[in-house]
């Protein structure tokens, strides 16, 4: 293995030793905590109006145009699809 020195030094530094959070009595702490009004809410409440689940089998050149797509719009990729249907009954219709 050659020499690390400068940068990758640093980097294996920072993978060395994982902090005490990431320990097993670390994880407990967190999961046995309280949690915050707010946040029992978010958790609690539907954050759409989605109800049903649509799995599709796409080829990895599709799911990768789609999610660069929704990842340059800022939009989920469920979004991005519903106004690509809209769009394609809206041209069916006229067109």
């Known amino acids: ?3 690390l020195e400068g940068e990758d ?3 294996m530094a920072r993978f060395g030793k994982r902090p005490a959070a990431a320990s097993l009595a670390g994880r407990r702490e ?5 949690v915050a009004a707010a946040d029992r ?11 049903r689940q649509l799995n599709l ?3 990895p050149e599709f799911h990768e145009q789609v999610s ?13 699809i519903e106004r ?3 769009a394609y009954a809206r041209a069916r219709e006229t067109g």
């Open 1 to 3: 293995m050659p020499e």
């Open 9 to 11: 030094m640093v980097l």
């Open 30 to 34: 967190r999961e046995t905590r309280p």
């Open 41 to 51: 809410r978010r958790l609690t409440q539907a954050s759409s109006t989605k109800s």
């Open 57 to 59: 089998k796409v080829t």
């Open 68 to 80: 660069a797509l929704a990842r340059n719009d800022g939009a989920p990729m469920v979004e991005l």
């Open 84 to 86: 690509a249907v809209e």
